[in-house]
C-alpha cells in the first residue's frame, strides 16, 4: 500500500506499507540512505521473507538522488520531515494500518537502518521512544560533523602536493597493514585491534624524490592530519580521524586526488549553506574550524536535523533494546563519532550496559564493503534480543562471495585469534582486550 501523509501544511510524506499474507505479529521500519529515504523492494526484502510488515518513507521527499539536497534548504516542512517527522509519522500510521488488516497491534515493533538511516534510527530512540521496542543503527550520520569533516578531508588533500593516486594509497595501507595488522594474533590483511595501531606515515616518506614506493612530505602531512582530525575550539571534532588500513577505499567520499571535491559534494554540505550561515557566503575550499564551524553546529538547521542527545533514559526506561554498529574502515561517518556517541549514551544512561550494545567492525567500509566481514545478520540478532533472548556480546559476519567469516565483539572488547585452527572458524577467536 503506498499513501502520502500530511501532517502539516506543505508536508507531503510518502509511505509505502507491506503486509504478508503469513505475518510473524511484528512490524520493521527501514531507514534511508544519504539525503534519500527508501521505499524500494529491496530494501523490504529482508524483514517481508521473514514475516515483517515493513514501513517505510521517503523522508518527505520523493526524489532517489542520495548526493542531491538542494530542496531541503528550498522547502522548510521537507527539511523538518526529513531531519524528524516522517519516520516518526510512517510509524504511527503504519501500525494503525496494521492493526485494521490483521486485526490486532503489532507484538512487537523493530527499526533498522544504516547512515542516514542510522541518523533516522537514533532520532526515534531519542525523539519518539515510544514507537519501536528494539533499534539498529548503523554508521549513522548523525551530526553534521559528518559533512564538516567531508569538505576538511578535500582541503586537506587539496593542498600542494597533498593529493594521492590510487597507488599512494594501496601504499599507505600496505604499510599500515604491516605495523599494526597482527595486532589481534593474526595477519589477515584487516586492522582487528586499531587501539594498538600506532604507525606514523613518516616511515614511508621520502629521503630525496617522490618515488613509487614512498610519500612526499606533503602527502605525509596530509595523511597525519586525517588520521588526527582537526578540532573545533570547543573541543568537539570539526573533522573526525580516519582509520589506517582502509585508504583505498577513502576515495568513494573523499577527495582524495587532491581536487578540493568528491562526490558527495562535501556530504551535501554545499547546499545547505543558506540555513546553516543565514546568507553569509562561505568559502568551503577554506572552511574555517574557528569561526564557520561553530556556527553552523548552533544553526537552527542543526538542532533540528542533529540526533546526538545521548540521553535515552526513557527509551531504555520502557524495555528499548539498541544495537549500535560502525565499520573501521568507513570513509564517510567515522566510527570515532558512533564511539564517543555509544560512551555519552553509557554515561546519560543508566540502563545502557544492559540494553545497548555497540559494535565496531574491523575491515569494513560505509555500511558493507571493504575487506572485513561485513554481513550479519543484525534483523536475526535483534529480534532474538528483544523476544527474551541474552544481549548479543558477539554476532558473525560473512563476506556475501563465502570468502571470509570473522567474530565481532561487543565494545569495548576486540577479536583475537586464539592461533589455532582455521581463522574462518568463529570457535578460534574470542572476546578479550579492552580497547584503548
Known amino acids: 500500500m503506498t499513501a502520502t501523509l500530511h501532517p502539516a501544511e506543505g508536508s507531503n510524506i510518502g509511505v509505502v506499507y507491506r503486509l504478508p499474507a503469513r505475518w510473524n505479529g511484528k512490524v520493521l521500519g527501514i531507514g534511508g540512505g544519504g539525503w534519500a529515504g527508501n521505499v524500494t523492494l529491496m530494501a523490504a526484502s529482508e524483514g517481508l521473507k521473514k514475516g515483517f510488515a515493513t514501513l517505510q518513507t521517503d523522508g518527505g521527499h520523493a526524489g532517489t538522488d542520495v548526493w542531491n539536497n538542494s530542496w531541503v534548504a528550498q522547502n522548510p516542512e521537507a527539511a523538518r520531515d526529513f531531519s524528524y517527522r516522517a519516520v516518526h509519522e510512517m510509524t504511527l500510521a503504519g501500525k494503525q494500518l496494521v492493526a485494521s488488516v490483521y486485526g490486532r497491534r503489532p507484538d512487537r515493533s523493530y527499526f533498522q537502518g544504516c547512515s542516514t538511516g542510522g541518523r533516522m534510527a537514533l532520532m ?139 562526490a558527495t559534494g562535501g556530504g551535501g554540505l554545499l547546499n545547505l549553506s543558506p540555513l546553516l550561515f543565514g546568507g553569509r557566503e562561505v568559502n568551503f575550499a577554506k572552511l574555517s574550524p574557528q569561526t564557520d564551524i561553530p556556527q553552523l553546529r548552533s544553526s537552527a538547521f542543526a538542532r533540528m536535523y542533529e540526533a546526538t542527545d545521548p540521553d535515552l533514559s526513557a527509551f531504555f526506561g520502557r524495555g528499548g533494546k539498541l544495537i549500535l554498529w560502525h565499520g573501521e574502515n568507513d570513509p564517510g561517518p567515522s566510527p570515532v563519532g558512533t564511539t564517543e556517541y555509544a560512551k555519552a549514551v553509557g554515561a546519560k544512561a543508566p540502563r545502557a550496559e544492559e540494553q545497548m550494545r555497540f559494535f565496531l567492525l574491523p575491515g569494513v567500509e560505509h555500511c558493507r564493503g571493504g575487506p572485513g566481514a561485513d554481513q550479519v545478520e543484525w534483523l536475526d540478532t535483534l529480534d532474538s534480543w528483544a523476544n527474551g533472548g541474552t544481549a548479543p556480546d558477539s554476532v558473525i559476519g560473512k563476506k556475501a562471495d563465502g570468502s571470509l567469516t570473522r567474530l565481532h565483539c561487543a565494545s569495548p572488547a576486540v577479536a583475537r585469534y586464539k592461533g589455532n585452527g582455521s581463522p574462518d572458524d568463529p570457535a578460534n577467536w574470542q572476546c578479550s582486550n579492552v580497547r584503548k
Not at 604499510?175 to 585491534?193: F, N, Q, R, S, V
Not at 630525496?208 to 586525517?226: D, E, F, N, R, Y
Open 124 to 262: 526515534e530512540a531519542q525523539r519518539f521512544p515510544e514507537d519501536y521496542d528494539a533499534i539498529s543503527a548503523g554508521a549513522p550520520v548523525y551530526s553534521l560533523q559528518v559533512q564538516t569533516s567531508a569538505v576538511l578531508r578535500n582541503n586537506t588533500f587539496a593542498k600542494p602536493g597533498a593529493g594521492f593516486s590510487a597507488a599512494d594509497l594501496k601504499l599507505a595501507q600496505t604499510a599500515a597493514l604491516k605495523a599494526c595488522d597482527a595486532e589481534d594474533g593474526l595477519t589477515d590483511g584487516l586492522i582487528g585491534d586499531l587501539g594498538q595501531c600506532r604507525w606514523d606515515p613518516a616511515e614511508i616518506q621520502c629521503a630525496g624524490a617522490k618515488t613509487a614506493s614512498c610519500l612526499a612530505p606533503a602527502q605525509v602531512t596530509a595523511l597525519q592530519t586525517i588520521y588526527r582530525g582537526i578540532r573545533a575550539p570547543d573541543g568537539q571534532w570539526a573533522m573526525f580521524p580516519m582509520s589506517p588500513g582502509g585508504e583505498p577505499g577513502w576515495s568513494l567520499f573523499v577527495g582524495t586526488e587532491g581536487k578540493g571535491t568528491d
